[in-house]
């Protein structure tokens, strides 16, 4: 049983177009976290929120944890082909810090 | 230099073999952890170690162990390999930071078992 559901699980768009990536759960996490894995390389970390509530914005992309800190969107403006790749949501429960429960993804295709 | 090395990059073996995957890392953390990565599964725990004398299960386990030779090695077995173990293998690493924890990935193991 997957503890975050993650949707869409593969997007193909034209470049400049807007997308919003969701991350929703039935349980509680203490935060979410969203990483980016290009091919041949490990994920990497691009935000985490941690307040019920909470927008950050890094460049094109907006990132939101929802109110009851049960869910998670990652927004993209103007999608460009460098945005390509396989975003993962990622959660912490606060009964097990230090261990992160990973959504199955989605892979993002930009096409020029 | 990367602070979180894996080797072998590549390997191909045959079911039933003993395969040993080896992480190294200089960032200084004490957490390592090992993942697989299967198309559309995303990342799922397989060991996790949060000191040198801590081990700890992830949710499939089985079929695997670890050792923690150092805080800085972390190592993955696989006694008798078999082909639904065909995966992308991911060693990461974190400090305590409660909630807000990073994890820093290896660059991936890539095996195949025939």
């Known amino acids: 049983t997957q503890l975050l559901e993650q949707s869409p699980q593969f997007l193909s768009i034209q470049e400049g177009e807007n997308l919003t990536v969701y991350c929703n759960s039935s349980?509680?996490?203490?935060?979410l976290q969203w990483y980016r894995q290009e091919p041949g390389e490990g994920p990497v970390l691009l935000v985490t929120v941690v307040t019920g509530g909470e927008v950050k914005k890094l460049k094109r992309l907006t990132f939101q944890f929802g109110d009851a800190r049960k869910d998670s969107s990652l927004h993209i403006t103007a999608a460009q082909p460098g945005d390509t790749g396989l975003y993962l949501c990622a959660g912490v429960r606060g009964s097990t810090l230090g261990r992160l429960y990973f959504g199955r993804g989605t892979q993002l295709t930009v096409w020029p | 230099d990367a602070d979180v090395t894996q080797t072998p990059r590549n390997r191909i073996t045959k079911t039933g073999k003993r395969i040993m995957l080896e992480c190294s890392q200089t960032k200084g953390h004490d957490r390592m952890y090992w993942y697989r990565q299967d198309p559309g599964l995303g990342l799922r725990l397989i060991y996790y170690s949060f000191d040198v004398k801590d081990i700890n299960k992830g949710e499939i386990s089985d079929g695997y162990s670890v050792s923690r030779q150092a805080q800085a090695k972390f190592s993955l077995s696989l006694e008798s390999a078999i082909p639904n173990q065909t995966a992308l293998y991911f060693c990461a690493t974190s400090r305590p930071g409660g909630s807000t924890d990073t994890q820093y990935f290896g660059p991936g193991t890539r095996l195949t078992v025939l």
């Open positions: 349980s509680v996490f203490s935060s």
